[in-house]
C-alpha cells in the first residue's frame, strides 16, 4: 500500500516540476503516474511539495544540551529571562543542576549580568546559562558558592571573573578555563542525557522540515551518543558527524575518529549515521575580533586577528585525513583564513591522489575578491548560513566599527559566488541561530532585518529557488547522499515538506508565516 500526493505543487529540484507522485516503502516509486488502487490519498490542498531541507552545518546535539534546560534564545530582556528559568525551575524539581542557554548577552550594558537576578528564581540549586557566543556564562549564587568563587579567587589564564568594586564575583565569567571552575563540579552527562538530546533536536528539526543534517563539532563521547541512537531508533532524521580537529589534539585523536568512523560505516546502509569529514577550524568570528583578516582591524590596527594554526600544521592535518579519505570542511570566517583554507585544499589536491573530495569551506563571511574563482577552480562548496545575509545589529554595531563599511558590507558575496561557478550549501549553524529554514529562506533574496528596513548589498541577492536548491540538492551532494535524497527522484528516500503555500510565489519577506503542514521522513509523517 503506497501513498498518492496530488493537488498541489511539486517541486523536484530546480526548474523541474511534477503533478503527483507514489511512495511506497518509504522511497519514491513514481513520478506523474496514476493512483493505485490501495494508496493513500494525501490532498495536497493547493499548498507546496518539496525534498525535506538538509542542514548541512549544524549543531544538533549541543542544540539538544541546551533543550535539556530553560530555553532563553530570543528573549530580550533580564525579565523574561529570570521568568524562563524560574519556570523551568518550578516544572522541574528533580534537577540538581538548572543549565541552559542562550542568552543575548547584549541586553544588558557590557554583558555583566548579576547572580541576585537568577538567585530571586532560584536560590536552592546552582545555574548556569550560557550566552549565545558560547564563551560566556551568567551563574546564581549558589554555582558561585559550589564553585567556591570569592573575592579572593584568581582569574584563571585567558579567563575572567566579573567582579565588583570590592572584588567579589558579580555573577558572569567569561572563557572556557573560568567556565570550568563552575562546571567542573556540575553532574556528569551521561550517553543516556546525550541520547535523549539527540532525540530531542530530531524532532526539533522533523517539525520545520527538516530530514537530513550534520553535526559539525564532534569530540570524543558525542559520537557514542549518536551511534546509541541510531541503534536505539532515537536517531530519526540522517545526520552526517565532522569530527573535530584541533592543532594539539588530531595526531592523537587521528585514530579514535577512524575507529569511530568503521563503527559507523559497520551500521551498514540502512542506518542514518555517516562520518567522513573532518572539521577544522581556522580562525575565530567578527564579531570578537578574532577572524583572521589580511588587513588590520580599523579599532585594533596592531592586530589582524587569529590564525588558529599555522599553514604547516594545518596542511599536515589536512594531508592526513583527505588521505584517509576524509572530507576536509574548513570553518573560515576572515578573509586570511578563508586563503589559508584555499591554500592548503590546493596543496592537498598537488599532493595526495585524486579522489571525489568534496572539499567545504563553512562561513565564507569575506573572500578576497583576488581569491573568488578559487573555489569552482579547486571544487570547494562554499557553505553559507542564510539567516545571517542581513545587516543585523551584531553586523551593524560589532563588526562594521571594527571593520569598516567596506568590508562589513562585503560579507556574504553569494550572487558573486554563484557567478563564480561555485557550488553553495546551507547550514543553519544551529544553535547559535535558528534552525528553521523558513526562517531564513527568503533572508539571501531580500537581504532585509525579518522585521523590514533596509536591504543590505541588494546587489548579492539570489532568486529563493537558488536557496530552496542550496538547502536540498546541494546540502545533499555535499554530505555525499545525492543519490539517497534531497531532489524528487524515483528511488530516492520519501523525505518530503508539505508547506502550505509555495515559497517560489509570495513576497520573500513573507516567507516565514508559510507553515509546514507535514514532514515525511522515509515516508513517515511526522
Ligand atoms: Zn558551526
Redesign the pocket.
Known sequence: MGTYFSNGTIWRGKASYAKTLRVDGGVIVEIDGARSTNDIEVDLQGGFLAPGFIDA?A?PLFAGREGQGPLLNGLQTVEEMVAAVREFADTHPEIEWIIGGAYEAAAVDRGDFLAQWLDDAVANRPVVLQAVDHHTIWVNSKALEVGGITATTKDPVGGTIARNSDGSPRGTLREPLAIDLIMRHAPIRTIENDVAAIAWACDQYLSCGVTSATD??IEPGMAEAYIAAEKSGALTIDVSLFFLAQPDTWRARFDYFTELRQQIEALGDASKLRAQTVKIIGDGALSSGTAALLQPYLDDPDTSGLLIWSDEEILAAALAFDAKGYQLHMHAIGDAAVRQALDTIEKVIATNPKWDRRPVIAHAQLIDASDMHRFAALGVIANFQPLWTYLDPMNKELIAPRIGDERNNRQYQLATVVKSGTRISYGS?WP?TSQIPLLALGVPTHRQDPAGGQPWSPEEAIPVESSLVFYTENAAFQAFNEDRFGRIEVGMQADLVHLDTNPLKVEPISIPAIKVITTYKNGVAY
Open positions: 552545518h549543531h559539525a563539532w549553524d547559535v
